[in-house]
């Protein structure tokens, strides 16, 4: 079943046609460092570029998992993501909002965990005029199949297919319990620590005797690709 997935993710760029709107700017990505792991903070629209900057971090073999916030973007540069979160074995917390094509990185994840404000929105695929036609139908079908690749749940593969692109439905607590959905934030701890060294670095310019342990180092859409496109709380 994963090779299928595989499979239909390298065809999905062929099936998908226009772009609706081009996101403003790219990923945010920020990484909180510790002893323990390295996890990425990803904000904003997924763009063109996005997955390649991705992958380079990712080599590092110490990132542990993303936290990721956003409303959508290119549908490929965000499918693209979700296969190396699934290779990676990647934890995935979405803290706030995540939809559209943010969503299928979410259920690409080992482990899915969320805030308790996050909602997790999804809808069908749309063409450049942000409407359904034959090609765009299509393209949601062979997505849904890919996702269903991923073990995810027939109730939200029927909400994808359902919810035009104009529209957006949120995942509800039964859906979340099939995709095995934690409410909690995995990475607390990290960012404890991290928060915890920044402190200590703070207090270690007032008083140079003392020393640190450690540092942070920093560093609703329709779904598209270039050229279609499918539309993160601490």
């Given amino acids: 079943m994963l090779l299928e997935a595989k499979m239909i993710f390298k065809l999905i760029p062929l099936l998908v046609l226009i772009a609706l709107v081009q996101p403003a700017s790219a990923f945010q990505i920020r990484r909180v460092v510790r002893d323990s792991g390295i996890v990425l903070r990803l904000r904003g629209d997924v763009t063109a570029g996005d997955y390649r900057r991705l992958k380079t971090i990712l080599q590092n073999g110490a990132v542990v998992g993303l936290e ?59 063409n450049n005029r942000g409407t359904e036609d034959g090609d765009s139908v299509r393209t949601t079908v062979h997505t849904s199949r890919l996702l269903v690749g991923l073990g995810v749940p027939h109730s939200v593969i029927g909400k994808i297919v359902a919810t035009p692109p104009a529209k957006i439905t949120f995942l509800d607590n039964r859906d979340l319990v099939e995709l095995n959905v934690h409410r909690t934030n995995p990475f607390r701890n990290i960012y404890d620590a991290a928060s915890v060294a920044r402190s200590e670095e703070a207090s270690s310019v007032c008083n140079p005797g003392m020393e640190t342990e450690g540092t942070a180092h920093a560093g609703h859409r329709s779904c598209t690709t270039a050229p279609a496109r499918a539309s993160g709380e601490r």
């Fill in 68 to 126: 990721i916030r956003s409303g959508g973007g290119s549908l490929e540069e965000g499918l693209d993501i979700a296969r190396v979160v699934r290779d990676k074995g990647l934890v995935v917390y979405a803290s706030r909002e995540c939809d559209s094509v943010c969503a299928f990185i979410f259920f690409a994840a080992k482990e899915r965990y969320i805030g308790r404000r996050c909602k997790i929105g999804v809808h069908s695929v749309s």
